[in-house]
């Protein structure tokens, strides 16, 4: 990937930065030009921003965080997948669930590092993306296989950690697009209890509206029409 030269003449990685919180933008700024050889030449807080920065400055690296206000980075990082194919993208994210991990995995991404990750740690996750290799923070590698056996789908606990085996499967049917009557129906549960489920799952996952918990979970591998429904009477 062809990179600037830098006032020294070394081989420069440009990255777009893609975060909401401009404080956060500026301190990220702040630590990877404190070396010569990365330059920030984009900032953007929507993935719609995003776009266009990438198309106008041809980065060599996005960093990109999971929450953005329009649609999720991991939904952006499958749109840059497919307009820029080969572009990295390292998620720079406080989200450490494995839910999160799965599916920006399956978007694309390059890399996963949370937030409070030290700027060497950042630094050195740019630099290898940018030539082509991968990183993953902490904990993160060790559980990267075991998400990708067997298939997306898996157990509650490996999925969203934060959600009860129910919420999860009530999350399942809310993700392949059935209403509450029908999952009431499914499941053989009270119109109630659903209402009750979906609006801890909302709660849970830092969700406003049923659209945006079922990107989630698509995102996360759940919504396939493979387990078998409830009698439809």
Known sequence: MDSDLDGSGTAGVRVVVVDDHPLFREGLRAALESTPDV???????????ALDAVAAQQPDVVVMDLSLPDVSGIE?????????PGLPVLMLTTSDDDGSLLGALQAGARGYLVKGAGRDEVLHAVRTVAH???????DVAARIS?????????DAEQLFPELTAREVEVLDLVARGLDNRRIARDLFLAEKTV???????????DVASRA?????????????PSRPAGPTQ
């Open 195 to 205: 209402r009750n489920h979906i609006s801890h799952i909302f709660d849970k996952l």
């Open 39 to 49: 330059r920030v030449v984009a900032e953007a807080e929507t993935t719609a921003a």
């Open 146 to 154: 075991a998400l990708l056996t067997g298939g997306a789908r898996r």
């Open 76 to 84: 952006a990082t499958k749109r840059l997948a497919q307009l820029h």
């Open 132 to 138: 082509g290799g991968a990183v993953f923070s902490g």
């Open 212 to 224: 945006e918990a079922a990107a989630r979970a698509r995102d996360a591998g759940l919504g396939e």
